[in-house]
């Protein structure tokens, strides 16, 4: 199996701006092999629903192969999300190879570089030269690892509501606060780090699915 490009797009916003439908169009690239944090329950359909055990069983058994599985914890403990996350993402490191997806990023994540689960960390410093390609989402930007605009190749944001989210983005992007605090409904704003490229846009819907229409 020929190993894909890795990288980290990161995608923020307030509810209601479009972020798990951004995630849907993403992931139909059909991705052979796919492991999502749905804390949630966004993703339902979109891959085999297993607790941690039987996740790290199926990806023993899969070894380079195809999978897309699901691991949908209780997200009412904090403390033990963050332990059950951190396993998580230590399985997708040791699995390589693959399609990360976290969502809730700030609900597992910290802006204390302590308080960041050992195998989230690894996962970004270390999980290009596994071949590991994450999508990461997050409602509240200020609470999440700071290490994710380091690591980030592509960044959307949509609506954010507080407005230490917008200027910590917008430092981020490189746009006015201004800008963001404009934004409404699913309009978005998109740069690639890489390029430095930046595109703006409305998350529409046609024939009932979601579609990216420039503007």
């Known amino acids: 199996m020929t190993r894909a490009a890795s990288y980290v797009y990161v995608i923020v916003g307030a509810p209601g701006t479009g972020k798990s439908s951004q995630i849907r169009i993403l992931l139909e690239d059909r991705s052979a092999r796919r492991l999502i944090f749905d804390p949630l329950h966004e993703y339902d359909g979109l891959g085999d629903r297993l607790d941690l055990e039987a996740i790290r069983r199926r990806l023993v058994e899969a070894g380079r192969g195809p999978f897309s599985l699901l691991y949908q914890p209780d997200g009412s403990d904090l403390v033990r999300l963050k332990r059950q996350f951190d396993v998580f993402c230590k399985l997708a490191f040791a699995a390589g190879d693959l399609l990360c997806v976290v969502d809730e990023a700030a609900d597992v994540t910290s802006p204390v570089r302590s308080q960041v689960p050992e195998g989230w960390s690894t996962l970004l410093r270390q999980g290009r030269h596994r071949a590991v390609r994450i999508i990461a989402a997050t409602q509240r930007p200020a609470d999440v690892d700071k290490r994710l605009w380091t690591f980030a ?10 407005s230490s989210d917008r200027k910590e983005i917008a430092n981020v992007l490189s746009v006015e ?11 978005w704003i998109e740069r690639d780090m890489l390029t430095g490229a930046l595109a703006r846009g409305v998350l529409d819907w046609k024939r009932g699915r979601p579609v990216n229409v420039a503007r």
């Open 177 to 187: 606060v201004a800008e963001l605090a404009g934004l409404t409904g699913q309009q």
């Open 153 to 162: 190749t592509r960044l959307r944001t949509g609506r954010l509501n507080y």
